[in-house]
């Protein structure tokens, strides 16, 4: 069975650009859930989809929205891309979403210059 | 508000003993706890989990325990190894039946480093 793939797998960008990313979940799957991992802050969560639908969110601002597919696979989009945005994004994906483990993707490693 | 939180940023430990990874957490209604171990440019990988209804689960070198009194817990590994140098995170989950949505929420990591 495939794991979770993320692409890309690097990203630069510059100040104000915006960016989508992109999460494949394990195959039958329903949950998928976005991390953002910068140094020293472990990983904060974004938000989690189930079903097509936005369970959960994170306190992020609005520049950082997501959504998922009917084939269960999702992306991320962050609007007028901020210095303080490059971090390694990892996608999670579960069964359920409920009191599961989660299997993570390798992340998109986010450079905004 | 760091509900999570892992005190140590870094432990090293000679190969062969024991390490022993401290997680503590503020919300009393978590009800579920998982370790993570990350090397670095990878994603995180799932070690062990425990059920806030049990105090201890193993796995191979791996035990975790769960004291809910103090709201604490911690992963032991015996014997380390080499490979074990890594990030560990350990997260929690609190499932909102009433809500039907749950949230994991992860400590900062501790960087444990096994010397040989």
């Known amino acids: 069975k495939a794991g979770v793939t993320q692409t890309p797998r690097y990203l630069i960008k510059t100040r104000g650009q915006q960016v989508t990313l992109s999460c494949s979940p394990i195959?039958?799957?329903?949950?998928v859930s976005w991390y953002q991992q910068t140094p020293g802050q472990g990983l904060q969560f974004l938000f989690e989809?189930?079903?097509?639908?936005?369970?959960n969110k994170g306190n992020f601002p609005g520049r950082f929205s997501g959504r998922q597919f009917s084939n269960s696979r999702s992306e991320m989009n962050v609007s007028t891309l901020e210095l303080g945005d490059s971090a390694l994004y990892l996608c999670?994906?579960?069964?359920?979403?409920?009191?599961?483990?989660?299997?993570f993707g390798s992340g998109t490693q986010l450079s905004v210059l | 508000d760091q509900q999570v939180k892992q005190n140590s940023p870094s432990l090293s430990v000679q190969e062969g003993r024991i390490s022993i990874l401290n997680c503590d957490y503020t919300?009393?209604?978590?009800?579920?706890f998982l370790w993570y171990k990350k090397y670095p440019a990878e994603g995180p990988t799932f070690l062990i989990s425990?059920?806030?209804?049990?105090d201890k689960n193993e796995d191979g070198r791996f035990t975790v325990f769960l004291n809910k009194s103090a709201k604490h817990l911690s992963l032991h590994i015996v014997p380390s190894q080499p490979g074990d140098s890594a990030v560990y995170f350990c997260?929690?989950?609190?499932?909102?039946?009433?809500?039907?949505?749950?949230?994991?929420?992860f400590g900062t990591g501790t960087r444990l480093k096994v010397l040989a």
């Open positions: 425990i059920s806030s209804i049990k």
């Open positions: 919300n009393s209604m978590f009800d579920y």
């Open positions: 999670a994906s579960s069964l359920r979403g409920r009191n599961e483990k989660l299997f």
């Open positions: 997260a929690a989950s609190v499932d909102r039946t009433t809500s039907g949505t749950y949230k994991y929420i």
């Open positions: 989809y189930f079903s097509e639908t936005q369970r």
């Open positions: 195959s039958g799957h329903r949950s």
